[in-house]
């Protein structure tokens, strides 16, 4: 059994920062991608920052240059760190990765964090 346990979010002002931790637990014998993804109500889910195991990154354009994201694979932890947020950054963010376990490789979703950006 593995889960995605994240922390971080919360309500912020305009121009304020943010960093977002997912942590991976359970039989695990190998992360692959972990990345990020966001849901703002009324829109499809889109993908915000994307990081391999050997640390390459990928970023939506909305994010380049105010967010970046990092890992501790020792610690098996995603980060993002989120700076120069605007509202339109307000959504759910979500962790994801593609972990091997006894079973196989399989995608893994954390349970999801709010982040609001508002004065």
């Known amino acids: 059994q593995v889960q995605l346990v994240e922390s971080g979010g919360g309500l912020v002002q305009p121009g304020g920062s943010l960093r977002l931790s997912c942590a991976a637990s359970g039989s695990i014998f190998s992360i692959n991608i972990m990345d990020w993804y966001r849901q703002a109500p009324g829109k499809q889910r889109e993908l915000v920052a994307a990081?391999?195991?050997?640390?390459?990154?990928n970023y939506a354009d909305s994010v380049k240059g105010r967010f970046a994201i990092s890992r501790d694979n020792a610690r098996n932890t995603v980060y993002l760190q989120m700076d120069s947020l605007k509202p339109e950054d307000t959504a759910v963010y979500y962790c994801?990765?593609?972990?091997?376990?006894?079973?196989?490789?399989?995608?893994?979703w954390g349970q999801g964090t709010q982040v609001t950006v508002s004065s």
């Open positions: 990081i391999s195991s050997g640390g390459g990154t």
């Open positions: 994801h990765a593609v972990i091997r376990t006894i079973v196989g490789m399989s995608h893994y």
